[in-house]
């Protein structure tokens, strides 16, 4: 299944409206469960931050995160980095449309070849590591481009069936992907060889978020892979899903999770 033609479908739809970009933002963060496990975790992390703190969205897309901590953080300067020029032309419009230009913005590029140094005080990456093969060339440039005491926030899917891949054999649900999720050891393990210490990674889509996930993005995906027609449906079916993906969304955030199919990780650079 793929993702991208879709993401497109929906930017192209968004793209000359302010409003309907931030429609869509908010409906982001109320469906996507991982949108409510990285507000969870940047909650508890501003207070660590000054209030003129320099942060790296890598992996921008839409823009939803940048947006949400632009408005949340007024003296944070964030840069959004996305290899899709698409997306980055279109999250400068808007960001330039909203006023926030001069402490947001956008920039196309590859994230193996990111080449700054003690540059961000926060790393936010948001279902980007699945996508790239050389993970660990990119774990280094976020180590290298990470001020003394910054913090990176990952969001990825685990090997406990992440990406919709439970036995050997299966096929991931995202096409897009080059590896079907990461085990706790292993994302640790590339962490610390790449410098970061403080590691901390915690299940996410647990039970009840993972049938979430089946009704609120598996399914009306697969329905608008199949025809661009479903477009005209699904906010009916929106309407009808919403109150029970919020709350299955709620009790996945509360709850610790033995196992999950999604990792939410922290690490720190820490000061010499």
Same mark, same amino acid.
């Given at each position: 299944?793929?993702?991208?033609p879709?993401?497109?479908s929906?930017?192209? !739809?968004i793209?000359? =409206?302010?409003?309907?970009?931030? %429609?869509?933002y908010? /409906?982001? +963060? @109320?469906?996507? $469960?991982?949108?409510?496990?990285v507000?969870?975790v940047l909650?508890?992390?501003?207070?660590y931050?000054?209030?003129?703190?320099?942060?790296?969205?890598?992996?921008?897309?839409?823009?939803?995160y940048?947006?949400?901590?632009?408005?949340?953080?007024?003296?944070?300067?964030?840069?959004?980095?996305?290899?899709d020029?698409?997306?980055?032309?279109?999250?400068?419009? !808007?960001?330039?449309? =909203?006023?926030?230009s001069?402490? %947001?913005?956008?920039? /196309?590029? +590859? @994230?193996?070849? $990111?080449?700054?140094d003690?540059?961000y005080?926060?790393?936010?990456?948001?279902?980007?590591?699945?996508?790239?093969r050389?993970?660990?060339?990119?774990?280094?440039n976020?180590?290298?481009?990470?001020?003394p005491?910054?913090i990176?926030?990952?969001?990825t899917?685990s090997?406990?069936?992440?990406?919709?891949v439970?036995c050997?054999?299966?096929?991931?649900?995202?096409?897009?992907?080059?590896r079907?999720?990461?085990?706790?050891?292993e994302?640790?393990?590339k962490?610390?060889?790449?410098?970061?210490?403080?590691?901390?990674?915690?299940?996410?889509?647990?039970?009840?978020?993972?049938?979430?996930?089946?009704i609120?993005?598996?399914?009306p995906v697969i329905?608008?892979?199949?025809?661009r027609?479903f477009?005209?449906?699904l906010?009916?079916?929106?309407?009808?899903?919403?109150?029970?993906?919020?709350?299955?969304?709620a009790?996945?955030?509360t709850?610790?999770?033995?196992?999950?199919?999604?990792?939410?990780?922290?690490?720190r650079?820490?000061?010499?």
């Amino acid at each position: 299944m793929k993702y991208d033609p879709v993401k497109k479908s929906l930017g192209r !739809f968004i793209r000359n =409206s302010s409003f309907l970009r931030k %429609v869509f933002y908010l /409906s982001l +963060d @109320l469906l996507l $469960l991982r949108a409510w496990h990285v507000r969870k975790v940047l909650g508890k992390t501003e207070s660590y931050l000054d209030g003129e703190a320099s942060v790296l969205d890598a992996g921008s897309g839409f823009g939803q995160y940048a947006w949400r901590m632009s408005r949340r953080n007024k003296g944070w300067k964030i840069t959004g980095i996305d290899i899709d020029p698409e997306h980055v032309s279109d999250c400068n419009s !808007f960001f330039s449309r =909203s006023g926030l230009s001069e402490r %947001v913005s956008f920039r /196309s590029a +590859d @994230l193996t070849e $990111l080449d700054e140094d003690s540059c961000y005080d926060l790393i936010l990456t948001v279902d980007v590591m699945e996508h790239i093969r050389d993970d660990n060339i990119v774990f280094g440039n976020f180590f290298r481009s990470m001020k003394p005491g910054g913090i990176i926030i990952i969001s990825t899917p685990s090997d406990r069936g992440g990406s919709d891949v439970r036995c050997e054999g299966d096929e991931s649900f995202v096409g897009e992907h080059v590896r079907n999720g990461y085990g706790i050891d292993e994302i640790t393990a590339k962490l610390e060889n790449s410098g970061f210490r403080d590691i901390r990674a915690l299940y996410t889509y647990g039970t009840p978020g993972n049938i979430s996930w089946k009704i609120s993005m598996k399914y009306p995906v697969i329905l608008l892979n199949f025809s661009r027609l479903f477009f005209i449906i699904l906010p009916f079916y929106y309407l009808i899903i919403l109150p029970f993906a919020f709350l299955l969304n709620a009790l996945d955030v509360t709850l610790i999770h033995k196992t999950g199919t999604g990792l939410i990780v922290t690490a720190r650079k820490l000061t010499d």
